[in-house]
């Protein structure tokens, strides 16, 4: 039997190592389908249940091996449904690959059944490399530089094979004119420097100043080293922007947690006060969360020159390897005679997660969100793989969860969709399915697709090593992040209509697939709850009903931002009382001796 087109491209995704392609099937595929059955499923063919979970999938997969996401769907509404997914990934700087069917040749221009100019819609999302195959002889260079521009630009790239070729005998391109051949996969990434005269530039900047801060993003997570060695020769505080939460542990005295409006107390002083900035591997979008232009110079290193220097006014912007730049960058570097700049974050950290504590132990009807995390804080393995989804659950875990050992987290930071958190799971289990996953999710975004991927995890638990996979539902009835932004920035009462949601027994959908479950709606069951599905021996639901009251606003909001928040409660707001006793209660925990708040 001779070697079809499909049989081809699953052929040269073996020899690129890929092990897994998420999937979802469809006609507009069925040759590439019909070839993983003759190829014994290798790569296997995880079937999602809808292919933006497929995408999703294969952006966590992605981001927790370091390697190439590939995602497949059939044409038209297949290809359609996988965008958000593949817009995550453009927009977090995620390589993924994706492989679409469309239309049989012979039927395109004709309106046929499921045609869309997959061409026009994949434009933007795919813009680095975009290709439609239309000879076997295309195959071999097409896909090879889909995988490797979406390697070298930490982005999504696309292949558009029609359903009619992917049926056709297979035939390698030749040495002849208009035939483009490609060599064997391999790639030999290098580590680039930035000139020596730069390095001395950035040294000046950062020796001169007495209160230095370094900024790290996901672009830091192979230079962890290297930063704590800058951080300790320089006397410099860390903070954390979302996507590099994971880039330092939090049991490091002088790492400050996240930066932002989901950021803690020390970051935004760190910032408030420094008088150098270090930004390494991160692009941070909100300025106002840096210091005050005008009061630090500024040293930024990044891998990619687009993203350098759009931020804060930095003097010095240095082009590299986080890890390599910084290494050359240390022998430059004076230590700071005075202590004192460093001893002032230590304490203000350590002040910090006693507020953090005392705010996780406020009495909530039933359960304090901020204790979910906290607790599973106490006793999370130290290799675990945390993914958040988007909602006001993201404020805990930006806030309350520490990173330890070689725990992992990832959320879907810059196009901050719903939805992703279970199906990162999925995919962070097949790049480690030796390592325990832990997913919290709001029950608006389990509602949105979560519970079905419940079926997904059911299906593949054998495949994983350490079956651990928890998913934890912060079940509050209420898409709350959006509740709390019509309050805080909209100064608008929460709307019923919008808000609420219908209530779902999450444990109860887990036990029917045959997983384990939990329902806590007590804040002394939790510590028992997280004991049990960490231990459980295959993955579980861990189902908790918390309080949607419990404000999720900084702990360095603006007054008019609670001036706006409280006035819309008053406003006519259903839960106002209970709203503004939960605000006052927690906020006054930074005020009680141990939590002192520290006014600008």
């Not at 270090?278 to 692009?283: F, K, T």
């Not at 202590?339 to 132990?361: D, Y």
């Not at 009807?365 to 393995?381: D, F």
């Not at 793989?385 to 930071?413: C, F, H, P």
Request: glycine share 8%; proline share 7%; net charge negative.
């Amino acid at each position: 039997m001779s070697q079809t087109v499909g049989d081809y491209l699953l052929q040269r995704l073996r020899e690129w190592g890929v092990d897994q392609v998420f999937a979802y099937p469809g006609d507009g595929i069925n040759g590439l389908v019909t070839a993983f059955g003759k190829a014994d499923n290798q790569p296997r063919f995880v079937q999602a249940r809808h292919e933006e979970m497929a995408a999703f999938a294969a952006v966590g997969y992605a981001k927790f091996s370091g390697k190439v996401g590939v995602c497949m769907a059939t044409s038209g509404p297949g290809a359609i449904h996988l965008l958000n997914g593949l817009y995550d990934a453009k927009l977090d700087h995620v390589p993924v690959v994706a492989i679409v069917g469309q239309t049989a040749r012979s039927a395109m221009g004709g309106s046929y059944q499921q045609e869309v100019d997959l061409q026009a819609l994949y434009k933007d999302v795919a813009s680095e490399y975009l290709v439609e195959v239309n000879v076997a002889e295309q195959l071999p260079n097409a896909l090879d530089r889909a995988i490797r521009t979406a390697e070298s630009s930490r982005c999504p790239t696309a292949l558009i094979i029609p359903a009619d070729l992917q049926e056709e005998a297979y035939s390698p391109p030749q040495h002849a004119f208009k035939q483009v051949p490609s060599s064997p996969p391999s790639t030999a990434w290098s580590r680039p420097v930035p000139a020596e005269a730069d390095l001395d530039a950035a040294a000046e900047v950062l020796n001169a100043g007495e209160k230095v801060a370094i900024l790290v993003g996901q672009g830091a997570r192979g230079a962890a080293e290297e930063v704590r060695q800058v951080a300790e020769v320089t006397g410099a505080g860390v903070a954390k922007a979302l996507l590099g939460k994971d880039v330092l542990p939090d049991d490091l005295p002088w790492v400050t947690g996240s930066i932002g409006l989901l950021g803690t107390r020390p970051s935004y002083e760190l910032m408030r006060d420094c008088d150098t900035l270090l930004i390494v591997g991160s692009n941070f979008p909100y300025s106002q969360f840096l210091p005050d232009f005008g009061q630090a110079r500024a040293v930024q290193i990044d891998l990619d020159g687009r993203f350098i220097g759009m931020r804060y006014p930095t003097e010095v912007n240095l082009v590299g390897d986080s890890a390599a730049t910084l290494r050359a960058l240390l022998p430059k570097l004076a230590s700071k005679p005075d202590s004192s700049w460093r001893e002032t974050i230590e304490k203000n950290v350590a002040s910090w997660w006693e507020t953090v504590e005392k705010e996780a132990a406020v009495a909530a009807e039933p359960v304090n969100p901020m204790a979910i995390v906290s607790e599973l804080s106490k006793r999370i393995p130290e290799d675990a793989i945390v993914t958040a989804d988007s909602g006001s659950s993201t404020n805990w875990y930006a806030r309350n969860l520490r990173i330890r050992g070689d725990i992992r987290g990832s959320l879907s930071g810059t196009l901050a969709t719903m939805g992703p958190g279970v199906p990162y799971a999925i995919g962070a289990k097949f790049a480690h399915p030796d390592r325990p996953v832990i997913a919290l999710v709001g029950d608006g975004a389990m509602q949105m697709n979560g519970l079905a991927e419940l079926i997904t995890i059911a299906r593949y638990q054998h495949l994983w090593s350490d079956p651990r996979c928890v998913i934890c539902v912060f079940h509050n009835n209420d898409l709350n992040q959006v509740t709390w932004e019509l309050r805080a920035m909209g100064g608008a009462p929460k709307f019923e209509e919008s808000q609420t949601l219908p209530d779902v027994d999450y444990a109860g959908f887990a036990l029917s697939l045959g997983l384990a479950a939990v329902t806590v709606d007590k804040p002394d069951q939790l510590a028992t709850a997280w004991e049990t599905v960490l231990s459980a021996g295959k993955p579980a639901v861990l189902d908790v009903r918390c309080d949607p009251d419990v404000p999720p606003i900084p702990p360095h909001a603006t007054f008019e931002q609670v001036k706006s928040a409280t006035e819309a409660v008053l406003k006519g707001d259903p839960d106002a009382f209970h709203v503004v006793a939960q605000g006052v209660k927690t906020k006054l925990q930074e005020f009680l001796p141990g939590g002192k708040s520290r006014t600008p």
